[in-house]
């Protein structure tokens, strides 16, 4: 069975980190701090890695503040809220599994983000598995965290389609032998994936 392997962050869930702190903040400065803290320094990513004790990421998030601290607490107790459901999500993936291809997600995402918003991945019930990084430790577009998805399922890399919004992560996937395509937005790239489909099984 050939297999299809979605990211989820921006592909099959909405993330929007600015809108979501203008949701809670109108002071531009305390959105500036908060995303220094969360993206410039590194500590999402080290986050969705998940090798260090979220209680560790809090204090670090806490201390690069910049004075901060209570719109840090806030941002980060509510932080399931940025993210949200693409309503296309489930149905999409039912259409490929009645397809006959096996469903998958490989995506850099944290234990603290999927408990802050389980609701948001009410679609991974239909899926046939997949790897969070969290879970393993790695961060695409590490050659290893494919080569994990890759063993874990007996997987043969020509026969998968990994679908990913950073073209830097579709590089690692093509690294591994598998095919990739760039997901931009859904009404965009689903014609592009048929397309590609139709040459696969031709």
């Known amino acids: ?10 592909v099959l869930v909405k993330f929007d980190w600015r809108t979501y702190l ?7 400065e305390a959105i500036a701090a ?27 998030l806490i201390e690069h503040s910049q004075g901060y601290e209570d719109q840090m607490k806030l941002a980060y107790d509510r932080l ?13 993936i039912r259409e490929l599994k009645e397809c006959g291809y096996r469903v998958l997600y490989l995506s ?25 990084s969290c879970h393993v430790k790695l961060l695409k577009p590490d050659l290893k965290i494919y080569e994990a998805l890759l063993e874990k399922y007996s997987l043969v890399p020509s026969d998968c ?11 690692g996937a093509k690294e591994c032998g598998m095919n990739g395509i760039v997901f931009t937005t859904y009404e965009e790239t689903r014609p592009k994936i048929e397309t590609f ?3 696969w099984e031709a």
Request: charged share 30%.
């Open 22 to 28: 203008q949701s809670l903040f109108a002071d531009e």
């Open 108 to 132: 850099n995402y944290s234990d603290y983000l999927i408990e802050k918003n389980r609701e948001a991945l009410s679609f991974l019930e239909l899926m046939d598995g997949g790897i969070f």
């Open 1 to 10: 069975m050939k297999t299809i392997v979605f990211d989820i962050g921006r």
């Open 161 to 171: 389609l990994f679908l990913d919004d950073m073209p830097v992560n579709i590089l």
């Open 197 to 199: 489909l139709e040459r």
């Open 34 to 60: 908060l995303s220094h803290a969360f993206w410039e320094i590194g500590l999402w990513r080290e986050m969705d890695r998940g090798a260090i004790p979220q209680e560790h990421i809090y204090q670090a």
């Open 80 to 92: 399931g809220e940025c993210i949200g459901k693409m309503d296309y999500a489930k149905d999409w």
